[in-house]
Each structure stands twice: as C-alpha cells, then as structure tokens.
C-alpha cells in the first residue's frame, strides 16, 4: 500500500500551488480521501475531505474559498489546489484515504492509526 504526496515547495504569499496524491496497491475508489497538515509546534489539522464519488467535500474554515479538494479515480490521484496562499499556511501537508464515507469526521477528527497516510510535503510560504 502506498500513498505519495508531491508538489510541495516555496510560495509567495498569494500565490498558488497544487498537490497532488498518488495512491496504490489498494482499493482506492472505495476509500474517502482528505489532506492534512501540520505546522511546527502545532496539532494535525484536517483541512479538506472528499468522499469516494466527489459528491461530498469538507473544508475547515481556514482554507473555505481558497482551496479546492478534487479526485480522479480511474488514476487513483487526489489533489489540492491552493489558491491565495498565506503564511498560515506554511506546514507539512499529508494526504490520506479512509473506508468511511463520511468526510466531516474523518477531517475534524482525523487519526493516523487508521486508514493509510502518505509521508506529507513541506509547502513553506513566504510573506
């Protein structure tokens, strides 16, 4: 099993950047995915969830209106784009995919020990 996140790196504020998350070796169209981050010194934090149909997203109130979750299936991908980046936003962002169909706790709540989890990416914006 493996979940790899890419497209990590340096942005100026208001800039944009996309991640994107591959993943592998499981039945990945039955799983809920969402992203995560976590900065220096601070808790994990579910910051977008999306359930397996893309019927269904989450986005916590920090990231509401600049970033968008999406998902592609049939490559087995999920990605963020971020729109308007802001020095907040500066941490390691970590995808995963769960088996539950619902997106607002598995953000709010999230847990490592469940489901699968990539190794994150640094995203770092400069102000």
């Known amino acids: 099993v493996q979940v790899v996140e890419s497209g990590g790196g340096l942005v100026q504020a208001g800039g944009s950047l996309r991640l994107s998350c591959a993943a592998s070796?499981?039945?990945?169209?039955?799983?809920?995915a969402g992203w995560f981050r976590q900065a220096p010194g601070k808790g994990l934090e579910g910051i977008s969830c999306?359930?397996?149909?893309?019927?269904?997203?989450y986005y916590s109130d920090s990231v509401k209106g600049r970033f968008t979750v999406s998902r592609d299936n049939a490559k087995k991908m999920v990605y963020l784009q971020m729109d308007n980046v802001e020095p907040g936003d500066t941490a390691r962002y970590y995808c995963?995919?769960?088996?539950?169909?619902?997106?607002?706790?598995?953000?709010?709540?999230?847990?490592?020990?469940?489901?699968?989890w990539g190794r994150g990416t640094q995203v770092t914006v400069s102000s």
């Open positions: 995963a995919a769960s088996p539950t169909s619902l997106v607002e706790p598995m953000c709010v709540n999230p847990k490592p020990s469940y489901g699968y």
């Open positions: 070796n499981f039945s990945f169209t039955w799983y809920s």
């Open positions: 999306i359930n397996k149909d893309a019927d269904n997203m």
